[in-house]
């Protein structure tokens, strides 16, 4: 049997020379480009390291995906590139990128250093063109109180007035430890009412609510102003684990008005991420709730 490692490198190949593989590129047609299908590009991360991200972007274009989001902490260069030359490879292939992953650990006494950190990744990204900087997570432990949560608010609210200023939004991106509580306020209803709602938004992360014991369709239906984007994912491939009703998730998306949304993809059932991801795309673009 093929291993993953063989199957990205003649994946990189094939795309390179441009032979077409029936199986990779399966939904490359009309239907599949018509559906605005986003990608974290964290769903393809060993590809990236192994292949390069060009042949990452070629892939994902081949397969139907259209607005994609980032997951590299380099406040200069995105995946090594130069923000205007991976801009000007995402639009050659027919793709846009709006929203970029990017991750720093704040304390009180590293805020100048964590701050001019942010002012250099906000000038790399507004040239690359994206919507939305988003916080993938923040360290929060059994130690945690919710004076450090509300630290981690004025954080973001700062950070957030800074993106503004580049007309990006910036955002919060959740996993299931959010969903605990510390003392009587859940985590994340407690970061959700602590922060400005005019300078941090919600990346509503529907896999890892569902694990915390939250409802991302009451989320979404109860604060649809503070919700942006979403990730789209399951325990593996979207849809493989027929435990996730993903319809209710995006009619209520669809009553918000939301437009920018990603698949991620952590875990692969047969460790073969770039068929994972495929199979994601062609669940979503058969599914006729998904506009």
Known sequence: MQNRRDFIK??????????????????CNEAASAKNIGLQLYSLRDMVKESGIRAVLETVAKMGYKNLETASSDKSKIYGLEPSEFRKIVTDLG???TSAHLNQSYT???????????DKAIETYNEAGVKYIVQPSIDI????TTDDLKVFC????????????????FGYHNHAFEFRKIGDQLIYDFLLDNVSPNHVFFELDVYWCIVGGGDPVAYLKNRPRQFKTLHIKDEKEIGA????DFKPIFDQMTANKVKDWYVEVEEYTDNDPVASVQQSFDYLNKAEYVK
């Open 10 to 27: 003649q994946a990189s190949m094939l795309l390179a020379g441009g032979v077409v593989m029936p199986r990779l590129l399966s939904s």
């Open 154 to 169: 004025d954080y973001f609210n700062s950070v957030g007035y800074k993106t503004a200023a580049a007309s990006i939004a």
């Open 108 to 118: 009180k006494a590293t805020e100048g250093a964590v701050m001019a950190w942010w």
């Open 241 to 244: 684990s027929g435990q996730i």
């Open 95 to 97: 793709m846009k990128c």
């Open 141 to 144: 432990n059994k130690d945690t």
